[in-house]
């Protein structure tokens, strides 16, 4: 075998090694049911759910909360399958946190509330064409 197809053989071995290593951390979407049963089997990773804040009929956010310390909230979250969760953040409310269409929070359970690590978020005004008026 020449050097070259040695060389070739052993980029694509690490190539392969990597996604591997990798294909571990990817995570998927689940409700809080389901992260609550994944965290008290003892699952250590960061866990996603998505959903929805809890608003009322005029579209206002219901049961935000500012921590103790002023710069952590807290938050009520409806997820897919319609589960309400307190969800505990202990950073600054991320700029348009209000406004949001979903979100993602990740992170995992402690004491009953979910504890996020980091929140993503789905703004409306990001994703929906702008009409401009002639």
Same mark, same amino acid.
């Given at each position: 075998?020449?050097?070259?197809?040695?060389?070739?053989? /052993?980029?694509?071995?690490?190539?392969?090694?990597?996604?591997?290593?990798?294909?571990?951390? *990817?995570?998927?979407?689940?409700?809080?049911?389901? *992260?609550l049963s994944m965290s008290t089997a003892g699952n250590k990773k960061e866990i996603h759910v998505v959903g929805e804040l809890k608003k009322d009929d005029e579209g206002h956010v219901l049961?935000?909360?500012?921590? +103790?310390?002023k710069v952590s909230f807290s938050f009520i979250m409806i997820d897919e399958t319609g589960k309400e969760q307190l969800v505990q953040y202990a950073q600054?409310?991320?700029?348009?946190?209000?406004?949001?269409?979903? /979100? /993602? /929070?990740?992170?995992?359970?402690?004491?009953? +509330?979910?504890n996020a690590s980091k929140i993503l978020l789905k703004c409306p005004s990001k994703y929906q064409e702008q009409k401009i008026n002639v």
């Open positions: 075998m020449k050097k070259s197809h040695i060389l070739i053989l /052993v980029i694509i071995a690490v190539a392969i090694g990597i996604i591997v290593s990798t294909s571990n951390d *990817a995570s998927t979407y689940v409700g809080f049911d389901e *992260a049961g935000i909360t500012e921590g +103790a310390d600054p409310m991320p700029a348009d946190f209000l406004r949001s269409e979903k /979100v /993602v /929070v990740i992170g995992s359970y402690h004491d009953d +509330a979910f």
